[in-house]
């Protein structure tokens, strides 16, 4: 399928467990980013690549892991996961200006 | 720390009121500023704003850019129910793309 894709599209993990959120493109765009959505806070950047196998911070990185080994996937990863990371969490793939958003994935953390 | 402000929080109209949304940054370099709508699912790009004074317009949505006040206005007239999500404006502060967002405006229309 064309576009951007995410999965799972819903998860539920237990404190301490280690998750990862996969991310696919199939537009070959070459800056992808990982946002967090929380109500009343918008979205928040996790994580973006510029281009395969370069990676960088965003606002919100810590408990997060991500590699991009691969120009069309971007997984991330929560180490341990915590409470405070139950969210909806969103891909993006960049045609500048443009973000080309995917579905989400709402992760909660029991 | 780049901010961005969005006012209101939320609101409700009735269909074929006229709507304006506000946005406000401080960034420490401003590239371009840029409106999301997002209904029950992924935001998608409405416009992106680079110079100030000139409005850009999509239909019955416009917006403007004031550099020298840092401020967006998006409006939205003679509104539907299908106009009803949450509008969210960016900051892009650095190149590459990062986006600062602020907090959403949520946008009820009412029939």
């Known amino acids: 399928d064309a576009g951007i894709t995410q999965s799972p599209r819903y998860k539920i993990t237990e404190t301490g467990r280690q998750v990862t959120l996969m991310c696919h493109q199939t537009?070959?765009?070459?800056?992808m980013f990982w946002y967090r959505q929380d109500l009343g806070h918008g979205l928040r950047l996790i994580y973006y690549?510029?281009?395969?196998?370069?990676?960088d911070k965003g606002e919100v990185p810590d408990g997060y892991v991500v590699s991009r080994s691969k120009t069309e996937n971007f997984p991330l990863t929560l180490e341990s996961a915590t409470r405070s990371q139950t969210s909806v969490y969103f891909c993006a793939s960049s045609d500048y200006p443009e973000q080309y958003f995917g579905p989400g994935t709402r992760l909660t953390v029991t | 720390e780049d901010k961005v402000v969005q006012s209101p929080l939320s609101l409700v109209v009735h269909e074929g009121d006229t709507v304006t949304l506000n946005c406000s940054y401080e960034v420490t370099n401003f590239r371009s500023l840029l409106w999301y709508k997002q209904e029950k699912k992924a935001p998608t790009f409405l416009f992106m704003l680079t110079s100030s004074g000139i409005e850009k317009k999509s239909g019955r949505l416009s917006s403007i850019l004031d550099k020298k006040e840092l401020f967006s206005i998006l409006n939205i007239t003679a509104t539907q129910t299908g106009d009803s999500a949450v509008y969210l404006c960016a900051v892009e502060a650095e190149y590459g793309n990062k986006l600062v967002f602020g907090a959403g405006t949520i946008l009820r229309v009412k029939s």
């Open positions: 537009w070959s765009h070459s800056y």
């Open positions: 690549s510029a281009a395969a196998d370069i990676t």
